[in-house]
């Protein structure tokens, strides 16, 4: 078994994947039904031939650079395992982020009304249920299929009773809800079209670009989500997104013009880019 793992490692090396040994690794232990410290403990297991047979085929995907989180269809995301597929944005750990603000400004609050645009996997909205056992969240996506694999997720993890989700544009999914949330969260698409040609071939071949690029500029969703918050915020409720790289000082000036926020700020990711805007509504007005 280690010996077709260095040879699986070194046929994908050849064809520029990135960690390969890792891939084949993962690849052989979902063949195998493993666990990856398993795949050792078994060195020298032989495979039957349907087992070789599954491993070159997984193989030959991710030859391709089709990314691992296809290949196995799951990806973990803040302790909890999504499924995730062609029809919504892989997870990012910078994401995690995004969570961890978002529970630091409700995790006081008694029941908490929070609302996550643009869910996809639903990562974001359901990583907060779970945090948050007694906030009640809804969760929205232009993309019906996004949605259906965000439901899934949530049937999966025991929170489908505890999210809703709505499809429809940004703020017109919410529009006849008629209450007032004391969270927005959103990791909207936010790449330039410039920013997509230039994108690794494992996400612009197989992630949706409409879960990516925003416009020309990027800003293009960030802009009304910033803008049409307050009216959907109680006061001194909380706006919370995810940036991508450079688009801090443009996102805080955004909010700036508004004039219903009464802080407004930024946190850096672990590689110091500003990853999340953090605004807070007026208590007036």
């Known amino acids: 078994m280690a010996g077709l793992i260095a040879w699986a490692a070194d046929y994908l090396a050849g064809y520029q994947v990135e960690s390969p040994r890792l891939s084949a690794e993962l690849m052989l232990a979902a063949v195998l039904d493993l666990e990856r410290i398993d795949l050792y403990l078994r060195h020298d297991q032989p495979l039957t031939p349907d087992e070789l047979a599954g491993f070159k085929r997984l193989l030959l995907r991710r030859r391709e650079h089709e990314p ?19 029809a919504v944005l892989i997870p990012r750990p910078e994401t995690e982020h995004l969570v961890e603000r978002a529970l630091a400004a409700a995790g006081d609050l008694p029941a908490p009304r929070i609302l996550d645009l643009c869910t996809g996997s639903g990562c974001v909205a359901l990583a907060l249920a779970h945090r948050l056992p007694d906030a009640q969240v809804a969760a929205t996506d232009i993309s019906r299929a996004a949605l259906e694999v965000a439901r899934a997720n949530a049937e999966a993890l025991g929170l489908a009773e505890r999210v809703s989700f709505t499809q429809g544009s940004l703020w017109e999914a919410v529009a006849a809800d008629g209450g ?83 802080a407004i700020d930024t946190a850096a990711d672990l590689s110091g880019i500003q990853r999340v805007l953090i605004c807070r509504r007026r208590d007036y007005g």
């Open 68 to 86: 691992m989180a296809h290949i196995l269809g799951r990806r973990e995301f803040y302790g909890l395992e999504f499924q995730v597929g062609p």
């Open 180 to 262: 007032f949330f004391d969270l927005v969260t959103a990791n909207p698409p936010y790449v330039s079209q410039d920013q997509w040609e230039s994108l690794e071939r494992q996400v612009r071949d197989y992630e949706p670009r409409q879960a990516l690029v925003a416009g020309p500029g990027g800003l293009e969703l960030i802009e009304p989500i910033i803008a049409g918050a307050p009216a959907h915020l109680r006061p001194l409720g909380w706006l919370m997104l995810e940036l991508g790289a450079g688009q801090g000082p443009a996102a805080v000036e955004l909010a700036r013009r508004t004039g219903a926020y009464q």
